[in-house]
């Protein structure tokens, strides 16, 4: 936006950060948080402390006081990061039409050195291969019409977390262990349910759907989910509902935990290419601005053959959708999700929602491009994340401006 964007938008802007920073510290530093987040609505090619000051100031010579002044708020002083979110939250899950999701996944900030906070030779997603990088997760709220960032937390890699010396030189809290990425976003859901956000379906990819714990640990809590998975899982096909099969009275050893059924768990991609193509569907399904995007799909009924409960003699997992997208152009099918959604669900819905990641997507495109939240350049634990939470109320102010009010829609204040 430019200041004349904002200008326009004063009374608003001026409201909406007010209900974030409140009882933030003292007033200084409240005028202080609320500069740093028009500065990061505000156009430029960079979005760090000095080149946001000079944006906010007409006259030169104050670019050095207003830096410091949100050095000190944004870097140094301490203020809670969780209250600010759960604000934006409650907000967003209120005013943000058609929200319907929460979206798990995380971001990659490539990195020289080896002084930041969390930065190491590791994989990150957002760069498509492992380079020196930090890693962050993030919660996000989504539906249709828009979607905001409500988290986002630091993934730590072990060397970090057990490096008693580095850790202390960029101020990470004593508390914070090394938890694995699912590990993190379960931590988040369960802060956001916290707050008092509503029980929406969890939307994530592969990188999480993968761990058997993580669709666990949502199960736990009674959310449904619609996870992508590799191929390489393996379930019992439609009709065959395993068992562990009981024990005589009397009989010796420990009890069979190893569920039974008519036939063996199949790997998914196995089981999804013997369908054949003919049994694919067309399903069409709205993807922002490129506008409908099609594919073929194919929904089925399964258990998940998983080792839950071992040595106890658990039943198996509960019967979950697996769906599965086989494109025209494909000789085999490409993508799998898992679905915890009820067995009246349609493929259409089931699709709209497997789709409806990709808004996290976007959320990461705008928070980068537009606001800035890879530019920060400090080390520290608490200005890391101080800057992704100012960041995320940027970007959520624009998520519901957009939202509630198209740009056809918006009247000229000329």
């Not at 709209?352 to 808004?359: G, S």
Request: proline share 6%; hydrophobic share 40%; glycine share 10%.
């Amino acid at each position: 936006m430019n200041q004349r964007d904002l200008r326009k938008l004063d009374r608003e802007l001026t409201e909406f950060i007010g209900s974030m920073v409140e009882g933030m510290g003292r007033v200084e530093r409240r005028e202080a948080l609320g500069a740093y987040v028009t500065g990061l609505l505000l156009d430029g090619e960079r979005k760090s402390i000095e080149p946001i000051a000079a944006r906010l100031v007409d006259d030169p010579a104050e670019i050095q006081p207003m830096r410091q002044r949100l050095q000190q708020a944004v870097v140094i002083a301490e203020w809670p990061d969780d209250e600010m979110l759960r604000r934006l939250a409650l907000k967003l899950d209120a005013e943000l039409p058609g929200i319907e999701a929460l979206v798990v996944d995380d971001t990659g900030f490539p990195k020289k050195g080896k002084h930041s906070v969390g930065v190491a030779r590791q994989y990150s997603g957002t760069l498509g291969r492992v380079d020196n990088c930090q890693v962050a997760t993030s919660l996000h709220l989504a539906g249709e019409a828009g979607s905001g960032c409500i988290g986002m937390r630091l993934f730590l890699p072990a060397a970090w977390t057990e490096d008693r010396a580095r850790r202390e030189a960029v101020g990470v809290p004593s508390d914070v262990e090394f938890q694995k990425k699912w590990e993190i976003s379960l931590a988040q859901i369960d802060a956001a349910l916290r707050w008092g956000v509503r029980r929406h379906v969890v939307l994530a990819d592969a990188g999480y759907g993968d761990a058997t714990e993580f669709r666990a640990g949502l199960r736990t809590r009674g959310l449904r989910y619609v996870v992508g998975v590799q191929g390489d899982h393996r379930v019992w096909p439609p009709g065959v509902r395993p068992e562990v099969p009981a024990m005589a009275p009397g009989t010796p050893g420990r009890p069979r935990t190893r569920p039974v059924g008519d036939e063996g768990p199949v790997r998914i991609n196995a089981l999804a290419a013997n369908l054949g193509r003919e049994t694919f569907s067309v399903v069409r399904w709205r993807e922002g601005s490129r506008g409908k995007q099609t594919s073929r799909f194919a929904a089925l009924w399964v258990t998940p053959a998983e080792n839950h409960g071992r040595g106890r003699g658990q039943p198996p997992p509960e019967a979950v959708w697996l769906l599965v997208e086989w494109p025209d152009e494909e000789k085999e099918p490409t993508k799998f999700w898992l679905a915890s959604l009820p067995k009246s669900t349609s493929l259409v819905a089931l699709v709209r929602l497997a789709k409806l990641r990709w808004r996290v997507e976007r959320d990461y495109q705008e928070l980068k491009q537009e606001i800035g939240l890879d530019h920060y350049e400090g080390r520290t634990w608490r200005g890391f994340h101080h800057h992704a939470t100012l960041c995320a109320i940027a970007h959520g102010f624009l998520a519901l401006r957009r939202a509630l009010f198209p740009p056809e829609e918006e009247v000229d204040a000329r």
